[in-house]
């Protein structure tokens, strides 16, 4: 059974940085784009960064030039690293993979369970 398993949340102050990790497991035969969204208790969920199998990033206004979104695609692993961090960036971050498991004619989307960023002022 393929599952998505985030780490790397926390609190941290203004300014401060952290880095997210999510890696697939599971019997996967191929990996499309993986990416990051958030979501806080008043807005919908949004995507962060996303990052296509061949490499090629986009982020959403808010982030750009202060996170960055990397993948190792022999771990089937997706990093977001996040630098100068403001309290709007607190949220519940969710990793997001769309992926074909073995035996499985068609990809997916698959979500992990989230990992919460808190920054304070």
């Known amino acids: 059974q393929v599952q998505l398993v985030e780490s790397g949340g926390g609190l941290v102050q203004a300014g401060g940085s952290l880095r997210l990790s999510c890696a697939a497991s599971g019997s996967i035969f191929s990996v499309n784009d993986m990416g990051w969204y958030r979501q806080n208790q008043e807005k919908q969920r949004e995507s962060v960064a996303i990052i296509t199998s061949g490499g090629r990033t986009i982020y959403v206004d808010s982030v750009k030039g202060r996170f960055t979104i990397s993948r190792d695609n022999a771990k089937n692993t997706v990093y977001l690293q996040m630098n100068r961090l403001k309290p709007e960036d607190t949220a519940v971050y969710y990793c997001?993979?769309?992926?074909?498991?073995?035996?499985?004619?068609?990809?997916?989307?698959?979500w992990g369970q989230g990992t919460q960023v808190t920054v304070s002022s």
């Open positions: 997001n993979a769309v992926l074909r498991p073995e035996g499985v004619l068609y990809s997916r989307a698959y």
